[in-house]
C-alpha cells in the first residue's frame, strides 16, 4: 500500500528486459526510473510488473488476462516488447498486429490515456557474445529488428504514445563486459541506468500532465 495518498501508480509490461533477467529487482530499469523521479518530487510508486524472460508479445496479452489480482488502471505504463518475436523468427507484420493490440491494452490500463504511456524500443542482441555463440548474422538481427522498432515507433506516433529509443546506445556499448550480465546476452545494471537516463525525459513529461 502507498503511504502517500497522492503517490501514482506505474505498471511495467514485457519480458526478460522489464523483470530484469541477471540483474537485482533493484537494478531493472523501470525500478532505476522510478528512483529517478521521486527524487524530481515525483510521488511514483514502485511498478507492479508483468514481465517474463522469453514472453513474446502474445504470451505478455495472455498473462495480462491471467494476472491475479486483475491489472485493474494505473496513472504510468510503459512497456518493452518483441524482442523474442523476431528470435523466434516471427515476421515484422505478425509483429506490428500485436504489437497494436498490446499497446491499446496499455492505454486502456492508462485510464484511457495515451499521454501516460511509455514505449522503449528493442535493443539489438546482436551485438552479444550470446548471439555470435550462437553464430547468429549480426547484421540480420539489426535489420530485423530495425524494421520492428519502426512498426512500433508509427503505431505509437499514430496513437500519440511517447516512444523512446534504446537500441542506439546498446548497438553502441552493448557488446561490452561491463554492459552485459553474466549469461552474456542481457543487459547488465550499468546499462539498464543508461536506459533509464534516456526514459527519464519522456516519463516527466508524460507524468507531468494533469
Same mark, same amino acid.
Not at 47 to 72: C, N, S, V
Not at 94 to 109: I, P, Q
Given at each position: 500500500? #502507498? ?10 509490461? !514485457? ?5 530484469? +533477467? ?13 528512483? #529517478? ?21 502474445? +504470451? ?7 494476472? %491475479? ?12 516488447? !518483441?524482442?523474442?518475436? %523476431?528470435?523466434?523468427? *516471427?515476421?515484422? /507484420?505478425?509483429?506490428?498486429? +500485436?504489437?497494436? +493490440? ?8 492508462? *485510464?484511457? =490515456?495515451?499521454? *501516460?504511456? &511509455? ?14 555463440? %550462437?553464430? =547468429? ?20 506516433? #499514430? ?6 529509443? $534504446?537500441?542506439? $546506445?546498446?548497438?553502441? *556499448? !552493448? ?9 552474456? &546476452?542481457?543487459?547488465?545494471? /550499468?546499462?539498464?541506468?543508461?536506459? /533509464? /537516463? ?6 516527466? %513529461? ?5
Amino acid at each position: 500500500m #502507498a503511504t502517500d495518498p497522492n503517490a501514482l501508480t506505474y505498471l511495467a509490461l !514485457g519480458d526478460s528486459y522489464t523483470i530484469g +533477467e541477471g540483474v537485482a529487482p533493484g537494478e531493472r530499469w523501470p525500478v532505476r526510473l522510478t528512483l #529517478a523521479l521521486r527524487e524530481e518530487g515525483v510521488p511514483l510508486e514502485f511498478p507492479r510488473t508483468i514481465a517474463a524472460t522469453g514472453w513474446t508479445t502474445d +504470451e505478455l496479452m495472455t498473462a495480462m488476462d491471467l494476472a %491475479q489480482p486483475p491489472l485493474g488502471e494505473y496513472d504510468f505504463v510503459s512497456l518493452l516488447i !518483441g524482442v523474442n518475436n %523476431q528470435y523466434r523468427d *516471427r515476421s515484422c /507484420a505478425d509483429y506490428a498486429g +500485436e504489437f497494436g +493490440e498490446v499497446l491499446e491494452r496499455a492505454v486502456r490500463h492508462a *485510464r484511457g =490515456r495515451a499521454d *501516460r504511456v &511509455l514505449v522503449l524500443s528493442i535493443p539489438d542482441w546482436g551485438v552479444t557474445p550470446f548471439a555470435a555463440g %550462437q553464430g =547468429r548474422d549480426p547484421a540480420k538481427v539489426a535489420r530485423e529488428l530495425d524494421a520492428y522498432n519502426a512498426c512500433a515507433r508509427a503505431t505509437c506516433e #499514430a496513437r500519440g504514445v511517447a516512444f523512446v529509443d $534504446i537500441t542506439d $546506445i546498446n548497438r553502441q *556499448r !552493448g557488446g561490452e563486459v561491463a554492459m552485459l550480465a553474466d549469461d552474456g &546476452l542481457h543487459p547488465s545494471a /550499468a546499462m539498464y541506468a543508461e536506459w /533509464a /537516463a534516456l526514459a527519464l525525459p519522456a516519463a516527466r %513529461q508524460l507524468l507531468a500532465k494533469d
